[in-house]
């Protein structure tokens, strides 16, 4: 039982710093360029300013 539990802990913990990791970066991303992730765009169904471009192979 107590196996199950430090497992059930350890996956939480780790679940938790990757999920507060992922906003980290976005907030990083957003102080460097002024807007959000082409990602972000998509998971809100927006679409992004004028004048951004994704496409960094020009």
């Not at 350890?10 to 990791?21: C, E, N, R, V």
């Not at 807007?35 to 998509?42: A, I, L, V």
């Amino acid at each position: 039982m107590q196996k199950i539990f430090k497992h059930g802990l350890s996956l939480l913990l780790l679940i938790t710093i990757l999920f507060a990791g992922t906003g980290c970066v976005e907030q990083h991303y957003y102080h460097q360029y002024h807007h959000h992730t082409r990602e972000y765009y998509d998971r809100h169904h927006m679409p992004p300013p004028a004048g951004v471009n994704f496409d960094i192979h020009n």
